[in-house]
């Protein structure tokens, strides 16, 4: 079994050019950046009454969807805006797919586009005077936001935009009047921890398996996406020591081959 192949398909997978717009599920585990959500959380509902954007920012893997899924979908964030929003941009990308289907969850679905209708126009006045929350996911380039920003009215309504991306720059471009997120790595408890909330579903680490998963989490260089991964390979494996130790080894010698061909 090749567990860092089947990792690193599963990240490229994430990280792929897909285009589209939906609503996000929401079992994703948080663990580690519950300060962050808070801290955003209190962005999105107080502060300037004009419209501001949040952007998240960090490489691949560290969590930037799941901590924005998890804010979106929190009771006090559900209650306090008139429409929310999910878009999925990515690296690829059509405006007017994108603008249509934000449109159809800003209206609830309720509304039938016609082939000569200017999207763009109907979108714009269908948030004006709404508290709008809008999130958009996965932004590459600034053209993006460019094309997509010039629909979000700029009232006082306390709307907000919410951004991820994994390019700095973007997030700073994008930057109105609050900071950029930056996401950090887990640390080693907080990999521990997520690894055993995926793994053991709420119960505890069974004694003879602590050493070899605080290897195996130690080894997936505090990214919650190669933990979950990691995670959904060895929980279909039996609970022997030898076999987490395999794949703990497995993930030092790759990133061991990573190093010496810097």
């Known amino acids: ?138 932004i590459w380039e600034v053209e993006a936001w460019e094309d997509l920003g010039l629909c979000f009215p700029k009232g006082e309504d306390g709307s907000r935009v919410m951004v991820t991306t994994r390019i700095e720059q973007v997030a700073k471009h994008l930057q109105h009047r609050s900071d950029p997120y930056s996401l950090r790595f887990l640390t080693l408890e907080e990999s521990w ?5 995926k793994v053991f579903q709420g119960e505890s680490c069974p004694p003879n398996l602590l050493e070899a998963s605080l290897q195996v989490a130690e080894h997936c260089k505090g990214l919650p996406l190669v933990i979950v991964l990691i995670a959904g390979i060895i929980v279909k494996m039996e609970r022997q020591e030898s076999l987490w130790l395999e794949v703990a080894n497995d993930l030092s010698s790759h990133a061991l081959g990573e190093q010496s061909m810097k």
């Open 193 to 197: 921890e997520l690894l055993i909330k």
């Open 1 to 138: 079994m090749d567990v860092v192949e089947t990792c690193g398909e599963g990240i490229l997978s994430s990280a792929g050019p897909s285009v589209q717009c939906s609503l996000p599920s929401i079992d994703e585990e948080v663990v580690g950046f519950e300060k962050d959500a808070e801290s955003i959380m209190k962005k999105l509902i107080g502060g300037t009454k004009e419209l501001d954007v949040i952007s998240i920012f960090g490489m691949p893997g560290l969590g930037k969807t799941t901590l924005a899924r998890k804010v979106y979908n929190n009771p006090s964030i559900v209650n306090h805006f008139d429409a929310r929003v999910w878009c999925s941009v990515s690296q690829t990308y059509i405006e007017r797919t994108l603008l249509i289907e934000i449109l159809k969850q800003a209206t609830g679905g309720n509304y039938e586009i016609k082939e000569d209708d200017d999207i763009a126009d109907k979108l714009r006045k269908t948030l004006i005077g709404r508290r709008y929350l809008i999130v958009l996911d996965d």
